[in-house]
T-cell receptor, first 112, second 113 residues
């Protein structure tokens, strides 16, 4: 019973490039959440999605960031024109709709 | 809004010592409360949870009791091991329609042999 999968685990981008982070939820889970962890800080909520719908994006920066969870395939967090301040660990979690969220191993983004 | 305040670290203990990591929260309604653990370079693992007042969550020798009167959910373990060295996060999930977890800032625990 595979857990939440995220790839890549590590991603290096130069300023101005695009970053695409992928998340495959646990089997049977239709709810996906993205969180960001800046160095030495706790996790901050970014966005909550269900299949083909964004439910809550109150934690997403207004510019350059977008997320989707298509009918088929993984959820994608996209960061356009990355800046050094985007360097962080990005975690995806999934749930079947109950209170408990299961986390993936994270993608560590480094912007040079 | 919701918030979680955790005891600041780092915390360094000797093996077999008693552990307490304090956590208090602010939330409307009746949130669910969680402790997550993060080992170096890994994601978060759920350690324990409690969904209503006076519930006690427990796992792997760790326990925490949901205290509504003091809005607290302190993590305790009677005898820590070197393998417990990690970062511990307290978190809450609102009882409303919002599904986002609100995390504390984390407490780094190091256990020395």
């Amino acid at each position: 019973n595979a857990g939440v999968m995220q790839n890549p685990r590590h991603l290096v981008r130069r300023r101005g490039q695009e970053a695409r982070l992928r998340c495959s939820p646990m089997k049977g889970h239709s709810h996906v959440y993205w969180y960001r962890q800046l160095p030495e800080e706790g996790l901050k909520f970014m966005v909550y999605l269900q299949k083909e719908n964004i439910i809550d994006e109150s934690g997403m920066p207004k510019e350059r960031f977008s997320a989707e969870f298509p009918k088929e395939g993984p959820s994608i967090l996209r960061i356009q024109q990355v800046v050094r301040g985007d360097s962080a660990a990005y975690f995806c979690a999934s749930s079947p709709g109950t209170s408990e969220q299961f986390f993936g191993p994270g993608t560590r983004l480094t912007v040079l | 809004g919701n918030s979680v305040t955790q005891m600041e670290g780092p915390v360094t203990l000797s093996e077999e010592a008693f552990l307490t990591i304090n956590c208090t929260y602010t939330a409307t309604g009746y949130p669910s409360l969680f402790w997550y653990v993060q080992y170096p370079g890994e994601g978060l693992q759920l350690l324990l949870k409690a969904t209503k007042a006076d519930d006690k969550g427990s796992n792997k020798g760790f326990e925490a009791t949901y205290r509504k009167e003091t809005t607290s959910f302190h993590l305790e373990k009677g005898s820590v091991q070197v393998s417990d060295s990690a970062v511990y996060f307290c978190a809450l999930l609102s009882s409303g329609s919002a599904r986002q977890l609100t995390f504390g800032s984390g407490t780094q625990l190091t256990v020395l042999p």
